[in-house]
Structure formats: C-alpha cells, structure tokens
C-alpha cells in the first residue's frame, strides 16, 4: 500500500502563490509517475499536472501552463506543486495521486483546500 499525504494548501489572494507538497510512504516501489488533481465545488475532479519518476517528463493541464510547476525530490520521495498568478477559479481541493503500472492513479491523498479570493 502507497501513502500520500499532502499538504500547503490555504488562503491566498488573487495573483499570489502556494506550494504544496505531497509526501510519499509504505511500498513506493514500482511507483512510475505521480500527478496533482483538482475538484472544485459542484464540478468533477481534473488532472493539473503530472510528472514521471523515471526521467521527470512533465505534463501539464492548459488551464494551468506557465503558471504551476510540479516537481520531485526523490530523496524525500516528495512532490511538489508551485502555483503562482494564482486565479479565484483555482479554488478547489488539491488532491496527490500515485500510479504503479499504465491507466489511471491508484493511490490517492486525503486533499488540501486552496482557496483563492481577496
């Protein structure tokens, strides 16, 4: 089993920045990419960005290119996710999710709220 636990997430006004980060336990062997999901109020979960364990490929969602960056550290077996211009229609629940294999993300974290509004 696969532990993700996330955290950074807050209140931040329109334009500021956060970063989250989401750390990683138990049988982490085998995990070959990770990624940052969202789900705002009333709308379904979305992938922002994801990042591969083996040579860091980065993807990202185009709602959020040139302002969030994912990134990895693989001696904290970390993951982080810089968000900056952040924008009111950012807010939603943040959630880190692991894939061992091919096809969707089978590890999932418990979520960190990030709010944006002056």
């Known amino acids: 089993q696969v532990q993700l636990v996330e955290s950074g997430g807050g209140l931040v006004q329109p334009g500021g920045s956060l970063r989250l980060s989401c750390a990683a336990s138990?049988?982490?062997?085998?995990?070959?990419?990770m990624s940052w999901h969202r789900q705002a109020p009333g709308k379904e979960r979305e992938l922002v960005a994801s990042?591969?364990?083996?040579?860091?490929?980065?993807d990202y969602s185009d709602f959020v290119k040139g302002r969030f960056t994912i990134s990895r550290d693989n001696r904290k077996n970390t993951v982080y996710l810089q968000m900056a211009s952040l924008k009111p229609e950012d807010t939603a629940v943040y959630y880190c999710a692991a894939r061992r294999g091919t096809g969707r993300f089978q590890y999932w974290g418990q979520g960190t709220q990030v709010t944006v509004s002056s």
């Open positions: 138990g049988f982490i062997s085998g995990i070959n990419a």
């Open positions: 990042i591969s364990s083996a040579d860091g490929r980065t």
